[in-house]
């Protein structure tokens, strides 16, 4: 009888791929929470969300960043097709800085935000949420420039905490000392840091080829041992970035190439951005749509909110006067350094504008099993609740 | 008008611009008309060949907008043309004003059902065909704005006029309109050269074949006023000299051979034009008859949204359709046909299968073996354009795809014409002897020559997805097109192509609207 060739059943891989900091992330993961993040494995939690919370507001904090939608523009047009892009005018921004940038579809409905490096006037590489390499080419479509999608050549880690410039320090990046917020520049031959952040506290981004993912990441954790580093998930994270007032795509609006629903684009001016539009700086995309709103008259305003109590009240629905229904929180936390009951919320203008006074949140609390609802009051608030000088201290100092 | 300041400048002076132009001019604005060709016309054309008078492009009219010819006070001598459906067999129909007989005088057996089809479809042709005096309907403002309310009426008239249809005619407008030419035809009448030529009339300039879906309406659309063919005395050029002098006779300031280098933008409202010889023009308002991805090029694409472009640049808008001209050393004779019937419209689409078939090669990038041709001979008519004893024959042919695989080489050129004359000849033997003189215009030729974008007679694509509120797309079907002051006003705008004049005048009318000449 002949023998039967056995051959191996293989499929095309499914599932969650792994960053190249995967391997490091499950070693030290107590909680094994993750969660995806643009088709990439990420922690959730890796120990606590206490203890990494309190980790990025008064040691340093690690997070991978890797999975980040990365995007290099380069070309003679470079700049025009960024500035075609975004409503900001990208010509302000000057080599070597980094600028946090929104654009917006043809309506002025925010698509995403993200923050853009800038090499030179021929170079940049713009970093966001939402995957855009359709999108760029077609805003690049008719100019000189090159797209490339480097979301996969290029890992990065988050740095954030009041002790993390003394990690660089001690990891041997000296030359970090002298770097303003929203500088970056290359510190060793493909070792890119910049001084970013999504947390509102001292922090750095190192960016380095995916390969070279994982002894920087050795370099980072040998270095912070004394200055209490640890690794943290993205639970932590998002109370860090609702404290500094940062909105979340997906979450504080709706990146309106990924809506279903008809009205649930937003555009920045609806978003507290209208300083970010830059009528002045010729045609991009969405401008003319946003000139209608211009002098804050939009539909909507999403505002920070400070909620009586300290039942975090996300998805809260938002009334007047207790009674007319006015929007919603759209990220709520309890801050454990504030130690107030703060909230990201969309009220329906002319309300959050025009009327600020009076607003009610209506929060659900469960007392041992029995359900009850309270109408709390609301404060409007105009600055970040996460606020700190150390943040913006140049040079830094060690903690 | 001396000087280089004008209240509006219209680009290109085809009969769109022209008629743009004529319609700002009788309302007090002073326009100058910028056409880069040596002379005016556009597609209507009359040129020299070889000593006779051809119309180089466009041969008949069909579609003359009635609201335009009155509010042009157009002058135009026409002769109504009768239409002759050839057949192999030598048993050919003519078609007169909705009613169809062989040639040698005996009834045609559908001549009834054909009768009935013809005057429903004009009917419902004439109700649609109010759209198009003006711009699509929209609602955008809202149900409580002003505006609104105007379009409202627009609509509620023409719900007014699908109710007085009856139930009967009012279901079976609304469950063709939407179908194709193939079914609604075969349904009523057997396939053969009646059904060929009602099916060829419906796909005749687009990229479509009988069974495509929409063809019904592209049908409805060149039966818009009534279905009449008109043959205008004195060859399409003096159609165009006509629009001319209407033009001229209100002021406009008309420049051929001149050509325009960028438009002049400045915080995104058009300022003028810039030649490619230096000059500035100065205007408040451009209005563009080229073809919307050739407006946004000379505006600049980066005054437009990536949307906007992005609609541009997946137009549809692959020209099917060469021009053949012949001079003939004398006079042609078809098998069957008396004289004066050879005058006419002469269809070789012989049968709704047929037309279909020819269509297929295009869609692989190849010529149509066996070609529908539109031929008309018009020295029968107006001897005047040919020297005495010679003739011009004037033939429509399709299939032959913009993006031709290889290219339009000689070689194909000469397949063509040869393929041309063939199909001709099947009906007047020998005709290729008669040749003395041939033109081939290919729609890259046609592309070169007139600016149309793929050389497309409707410079976009008549199919559902591009007429009324999506011509020529989405957000741009009411002539503004994205940088203030800057229309569209020809062929891709509403109600679309054929000499016609509807788009030129709506977007002239447009730009009074919107107030931007001050």
């Known amino acids: 009888m002949a023998k039967r060739k056995v051959i191996t059943p293989k499929h095309v891989p499914i599932g969650l791929i792994e960053t190249p900091l995967f391997e490091r992330l499950n070693a030290i993961s107590r909680a094994k929470s993750w969660t995806g993040w643009a088709g990439y494995i990420s922690p959730l939690v890796l120990d606590t969300v206490e203890f990494e919370y309190f980790a990025i507001r008064n040691q340093a904090t690690l997070f991978d960043i890797s999975p980040m939608h990365k995007y290099r523009v380069t070309g003679p047009d470079a700049q025009a097709v960024l500035n075609r892009l975004v409503t900001r005018d990208v010509s302000k921004i000057r080599d070597g800085r980094v600028g946090y940038v929104m654009w917006c579809d043809e309506e002025g409905m925010l698509i995403d935000d993200g923050t853009l490096f800038r090499f030179s006037k021929t170079d940049f590489r713009l970093c966001c949420q939402e995957s855009m390499l359709t999108w760029l080419l077609d805003v690049a479509w008719g100019y000189d420039a090159e797209i490339i999608d480097e979301s996969d050549a290029i890992a990065a880690v988050s740095l954030q905490g009041p002790t993390s410039w003394s990690v660089l320090q001690e990891a041997g990046f000296a030359d970090v000392a002298t770097m303003k917020p929203f500088d970056w520049r290359e510190v060793e031959p493909d070792i890119w840091i910049s001084r970013t952040g999504f947390t509102g506290d001292l922090g750095y981004e190192i960016w380095v080829p995916w390969a070279k993912a994982s002894a920087l990441w050795d370099r980072l954790w040998a270095a912070g041992d004394h200055w209490g580093l640890r690794a943290i998930g993205f639970e932590a994270l998002n109370m860090c970035r609702i404290e500094a007032g940062f909105i979340a795509a997906g979450v504080d609006f709706q990146p309106v190439h990924a809506a279903m629903r008809l009205h649930r684009g937003r555009t920045p001016i609806e978003l507290g951005f209208g300083k970010m539009v830059h009528f002045d700086k010729g045609h991009f995309n969405g401008r003319r749509a946003l000139l209608q709103q211009r002098g804050n008259c939009g539909r909507y305003a999403l505002v920070k909110i400070d909620i009586a109590g300290f039942k975090p009240a996300d998805g809260a629905l938002l009334y007047h006067k207790k009674k007319k229904e006015v929007g919603f929180v759209t990220s709520g936390v309890w801050s454990p350094t504030m130690k107030c009951n703060i909230a990201l919320a969309e009220l329906k203008a002319p309300f959050g504008i025009d009327i600020v006074d009076d607003i009610w949140a209506e929060i659900y609390v469960n007392e041992e099993g029995k359900w009850d609802k309270r109408l709390v009051p609301v404060t409007l608030k105009d600055k970040p609740f996460f606020a700190n000088t150390r943040a913006r201290a140049t040079p830094p100092r060690p903690y | ?518």
């Open chain 2, 1 to 518: 008008m001396s000087g280089n300041r004008f209240d509006a400048i219209v680009i290109g002076a085809g009969h769109n611009g022209l008629t743009a132009a004529a319609t700002l001019a009788a309302q007090g604005k002073s326009v100058c008309v910028l056409e880069r060709d040596g002379r005016i016309g556009g597609m209507s054309k009359t040129v020299d060949l070889d000593g006779a008078q051809v119309p180089e492009i466009a041969h008949l009219l069909y579609n003359l907008n009635p609201s335009v010819a009155k509010s042009l006070g157009l002058q135009l001598d026409t002769r109504a043309l009768h239409t002759v459906a050839l057949s192999p067999d030598g048993n050919h129909v003519v078609i007169n004003d909705g009613s169809a007989v062989f040639a040698d005088g005996s009834a045609h057996p559908d001549a009834q059902a054909f009768t009935a089809l013809y005057v429903r479809l004009t009917k419902f042709a004439r109700l649609l065909g109010q759209l198009a005096d003006g711009p699509p309907p929209a609602l955008s403002g809202g149900v409580l704005h002003v505006a609104t309310l105007g379009e409202l009426a627009k609509l509620g008239k023409l719900g007014w006029g699908l109710k007085r249809l009856g139930k009967k005619d009012m279901r079976e407008l609304l469950r063709v309109v939407l179908s194709n030419a193939f079914d609604l035809v075969l349904d009523e009448i057997s396939d053969g050269p009646l059904a060929g030529a009602l099916t060829a009339d419906a796909v005749r300039g687009g990229y479509a074949g009988p069974r495509s879906p929409g063809t019904v309406f592209s049908l409805m659309y060149r039966l818009g006023n009534g279905g009449t063919v008109t043959l205008p005395m004195g060859g399409m050029g003096a159609v165009a000299n006509a629009f001319e002098s209407v033009a001229r006779s209100r002021g406009v300031d008309i420049r051929t051979g001149v050509q325009i280098e960028r438009l002049v933008i400045a915080d995104d409202r058009v300022q003028g034009v810039l030649l490619i010889d230096g000059t500035t023009l100065h205007a408040d308002a451009v209005l563009s008859s080229a073809g919307g991805m050739q407006t946004m090029r000379i505006a600049g694409v980066a005054s437009f949204d990536v949307e906007a472009v992005r609609r541009m640049r997946n137009l549809r808008n692959k020209g099917t359709t060469a021009k053949v001209n012949f001079v003939l050393s004398s006079t042609p004779t078809f098998t069957g046909l008396s004289a004066e019937q050879s005058a006419g419209r002469l269809l070789i689409s012989p049968s709704a299968r047929d037309v279909e078939r020819a269509f297929n090669p295009a869609k692989y990038g190849e010529m149509s073996p066996a070609p529908l041709i539109e031929a008309v001979i018009p020295s029968l008519s107006d001897p005047s354009l040919a020297p005495a004893g010679t003739h011009i024959l004037s033939a429509v042919v399709s299939y032959a795809p913009y993006a031709l695989d290889g290219g339009w080489t000689k070689k194909a050129r000469a397949q063509l014409l040869d393929s041309v004359i063939q199909t001709l000849d099947q009906y007047s033997p020998g005709i290729g002897a008669l040749v003395s003189t041939s033109q081939v215009l290919t729609p890259v030729d046609i592309e070169t020559m007139t600016g149309a974008p793929g050389g497309h007679w409707h410079h976009a694509e008549m199919g559902i997805d591009q007429i009324l509120t999506v011509r020529p797309a989405n957000m741009v079907s009411r002539y503004a097109f994205g940088v203030g002051g800057l229309y569209l006003c020809g062929a891709s705008a509403h109600p679309g192509g054929d000499v016609m004049g509807a788009a030129g005048r709506n977007a002239a009318m447009q730009v009074i609207k919107d107030g931007v000449l001050g």
